[in-house]
């Protein structure tokens, strides 16, 4: 249960236990504007960052002085600011630890702890304070000397509403033209003045020069006569089109980063994986808590796979597949996985099902290919219309040993193609195969 005392001794009483190095316990009011320096002296501050945690003290006094006197108005603009602020940052420096983040945090907690589900994590919940609230009290980054019982209880796979991931860009968009338009409010585009055009005397004059002629002697002068157009060299015939493959199939490793239930969908589960994106990159987002450039995907694995399997491990994941929203959540990309075949009619999902395991030194993002058809590289997305995917997925199987392979007979366009193997293992760039615990002679997908 946590204290519900007052944020300054919640605050005070924090600092003392867990830095006494550092806070002295005979000081009665820290000079906390200056202390982040010496609580945290493997990190640097500059003056721009000083200047933030001045501003997030001053913040959460005020925030203190709302909760203090009943203003609720005030107190939810200041938390609907705070939780946009922490929407793409792990603290409120971004990345690094500040005095500003305990201070918010000994003043947040006892909140958070009454707050409803809904008030969490539902539709206009505080996502980001709560993750935010979690993150301070367990990361080794504050190292908090905070006993067990007093800690506020999150579930961090009870999410009831994930919320769109803010692009980057955009954000960094938005803050530019912000400032521009604080520093300079008549470069608003909506709100600068029309310029006055010319007079149609003046546009017909214009045109009339355009066009050759003269407007002193009011009469056109003579056009150039046009030159003969050399005959055009014939079109080389083009290149014959490469056979189609498998590899075309964006196949990478993946890292689960964390999974939950679909807010929405009883048989899905949502999952962060990151799988080796370049920042910015398109489908994706970046993540809070962890900094990296991650895919957010829907999977119909819930009742089937053990949500506990799904979290911290490596997958196969399918990265140039068209993304569709599932349920309110839109998914990038797909995680392979095996399942025994049935016969036709019967139900291809009852289970059970077994994810596809990389080789476990394959890092997040790494190739993934079938040997023998590894040429050439995968399409940036997959045409919906040209059903790629669903012409090489029913060759993908596993063996009698348990590893992933493509069988070229089971697929009437690539069957007997010269020079090709009739069954090519899936392997990661690095070397390795890529296996599945249990299921054998199962279809992948």
Same mark, same amino acid.
């Given at each position: 249960?946590?204290? $519900? ?13 867990? #830095?006494?190095? !550092?806070? /002295?316990?005979? &000081?009665?009011?820290?000079? #906390?504007?200056?202390? /982040? ?10 003056? &721009? ?55 918010? #945090? ?6 958070? =702890? ?8 539902? =539709? ?25 019982? *007093? ?20 954000? +960094? ?21 029309? !310029?006055?055009?010319?007079? +149609? &005397?003046?546009?017909? $004059?214009?045109?009339?020069?355009? &066009? ?10 003579? +056009? ?44 899905? #589960? ?18 809070? =808590? ?40 839109? /998914? ?46 995968? *399409? ?57 615990? /249990? ?7």
């Amino acid at each position: 249960m946590a204290t $519900a005392a007052a944020p300054e001794s919640s605050l005070l009483s924090l600092l003392y236990r867990s #830095y006494p190095n !550092v806070i /002295s316990p005979d &000081a009665t009011e820290p000079d #906390y504007l200056h202390a /982040s320096a010496k609580v945290f002296p493997q990190a640097t501050f500059g003056e &721009a960052e000083e200047a933030d945690i001045k501003q997030w003290l001053h913040t959460a006094d005020g925030l203190k002085t709302a909760f203090a006197n009943g203003q609720k108005d005030v107190s939810d603009g200041i938390l609907g600011q705070l939780n946009i602020h922490l929407a793409t940052r792990t603290t409120l420096l971004g990345a690094k630890p500040s005095v500003a983040d305990i201070a918010v #945090y000994a003043l947040l907690a006892p909140v958070v =702890e009454k707050w409803t589900p809904e008030e969490r994590t539902g =539709e206009k919940g505080y996502h980001h304070i709560v993750r935010h609230t979690d993150f301070v009290q367990n990361s080794r980054l504050f190292s908090l000397q905070i006993p067990e019982e *007093e800690k506020i209880a999150i579930d961090v796979t009870d999410v009831k509403f994930v919320p769109k991931p803010v692009d980057p860009k955009e954000e +960094k968009e938005r803050k530019k033209r912000e400032k521009a338009s604080a520093a300079n409010p008549d470069a608003n585009p909506e709100t600068k003045p029309l !310029v006055v055009g010319q007079g +149609k &005397a003046d546009k017909a $004059a214009k045109a009339q020069n355009q &066009a050759g002629a003269d407007p002193a002697a009011g009469h056109k002068t003579t +056009k150039k006569e046009k030159k003969e157009k050399a005959p055009k060299a014939p079109k080389p015939a083009p290149a014959p089109a490469a056979p189609p493959a498998p590899s075309l199939i964006d196949l990478r490793v993946g890292h689960i980063l964390r999974a939950v239930n679909h807010p929405n969908a009883d048989s899905l #589960y949502v999952s962060t994986i990151d799988c080796g994106d370049a920042p910015g990159s398109d489908n994706t987002s970046l993540d809070e =808590e962890t900094g990296k450039t991650v895919r957010t995907v829907c999977s119909g694995l819930n009742g089937l796979v053990p949500l506990e399997e799904m979290q911290g491990r490596k997958i196969v994941a399918v990265c140039n597949l068209k993304p569709v929203t599932m349920r309110g959540v839109k /998914s990038c990309a797909m995680v392979l996985a095996a399942s025994p075949r049935v016969a036709e009619g019967e139900d291809s999902h009852a289970g059970p099902v077994e994810l596809v395991t990389p080789p476990a030194a394959a890092p997040a993002g790494e190739r993934i290919s079938f040997e023998g058809w590894n040429e050439g590289q995968p *399409e940036k997305q997959l045409n919906p219309k040209k059903k790629v995917w669903e012409t090489f997925q029913p060759g993908f199987t596993t063996t009698a040993d348990l590893e992933v392979a493509f069988d070229s007979s089971a697929v009437p366009s690539v069957h007997g193609q010269e020079g090709k193997p009739a069954l090519g293992k899936l392997v990661a760039a690095s070397g390795g195969i890529c296996t599945v615990k /249990s299921l054998a002679n199962a279809t992948v997908r």
